[in-house]
Every structure is written in C-alpha cells, then in structure tokens.
C-alpha cells in the first residue's frame, strides 16, 4: 500500500491554476510534517513548500504569494494550491511526509505549463 498518493497535475496555460492534492494513508498524518517537492527534466529535486505538523509553512523563493500549502489532518490530506502559473514551474511534483526517521514519497504527479 502507497502511503502517499498525488492527484490534480495537468496541462494547463501560462497564468491559470492548478490545485494537487496528496492522500495519506498508513501514517499518523496529523504527526507527520509534510512537503511538495519537484523535480524538472535535468534538475534536481527542490522543496516547494512544506507545511509542519502545527501548521507553520514555508516555501521557496520562487513561488512565494503564488502557491499555498495547506492540510486537513481529518482529510489526511496536503493541498498545494497553484496560481499564477508559468512555464518553469512545469515538472513532477512530489508529496513528501516526515516523521523522525519514517519518511514516505509518493509516485508524483505531471504539471505541465504551456506558454
């Protein structure tokens, strides 16, 4: 059983939105820290965002005032949401759950952004 599972990329345009979604099962969700990763073709992986256990977030330079991490520890449920969109934000975004030393990943969903 795949403890975490993605779901929301797609194709969308320059500008426009995307909200991911990542379910967790098999884990204290509401003890676990939890982050977006994603990895574009020749990069190498980079925190997005990551929102703590009590709910405190960070994000990366880049997508600061455009994304929004949140969670609904009832849902066991991370969202991501995307605004604004643009062309070097295409790649695979990776849900990611930390508790001490059990850490889990999931198999990544596809945005692609068209200019």
């Known amino acids: 059983q795949v403890p975490l599972v993605e779901s929301g990329g797609g194709l969308v345009q320059a500008g426009g939105s995307l909200r991911l979604s990542c379910a967790a099962s098999?884990?204290?969700?509401?003890?676990?820290?939890m982050g977006w990763y994603r990895q574009a073709p020749g990069k190498q992986r980079e925190l997005v965002a990551g929102?703590?256990?009590?709910?405190?977030?960070t994000y990366a330079d880049s997508v600061k005032g455009r994304f929004t991490i949140s969670r609904d520890n009832a849902k066991r449920t991370v969202f991501l949401q995307m605004n604004s969109l643009n062309s070097e934000d295409t790649a695979v975004y990776y849900c990611?759950?930390?508790?001490?030393?059990?850490?889990?990943w999931g198999q990544g969903t596809q945005v692609t952004v068209s200019s």
């Open positions: 098999g884990i204290i969700f509401s003890l676990n820290d």
């Open positions: 990611n759950s930390n508790w001490g030393f059990q850490e889990y």
């Open positions: 929102i703590t256990k009590g709910g405190s977030t």
